[in-house]
């Protein structure tokens, strides 16, 4: 499956930005997909999944309360709509796919397969 990310930008802090990641190729019905992001000098965090045909979803602690992962079936598209933003989330996010069967610990990027190029969200002060 191809994944490809948008809806990244600059936004204020307390600002709001919902990021989508489309999948082609395959439908995303037996697949977890999940957000990663990567600021500059750090490693890359898993901070969402959701199993797309349940809406099953897992949050960070980081983002829990200000982030939620959606889907929207028709698009295979999945939303990870973000509120409540902080600097602390500048980074490039990525969006990743994994079959169902393949997840065995919440938010392990080593457990995604393919994943997209990234979108770039910046929040200033």
């Known amino acids: 499956v191809h994944l490809v990310e948008s809806g990244g930008g600059s936004v204020q802090a307390g600002g709001s930005l919902r990021l989508s990641c489309t999948g082609s190729?395959?439908?995303?019905?037996?697949?977890?997909v999940g957000w990663f992001r990567q600021a500059p000098g750090k490693v890359r965090e898993g901070i969402s999944e959701?199993?797309?045909?349940?809406?099953?979803?897992r949050y960070a602690e980081s983002v829990k309360g200000r982030f939620t992962c959606s889907v929207d079936n028709a698009k295979n598209t999945v939303y990870l709509q973000m509120n409540s933003l902080e600097p602390e989330d500048t980074a490039v996010y990525y969006c990743?796919?994994?079959?169902?069967?393949?997840?065995?610990?919440?938010?392990?990027?080593?457990?995604?397969?393919?994943w997209g190029r990234g979108t770039q969200v910046t929040v200033s002060e």
């Open positions: 959701i199993v797309f045909s349940y809406g099953t979803t």
């Open positions: 190729g395959d439908t995303f019905d037996d697949y977890v």
């Open positions: 990743a796919a994994t079959f169902e069967t393949n997840v065995t610990v919440e938010l392990d990027e080593l457990e995604f397969d393919y």
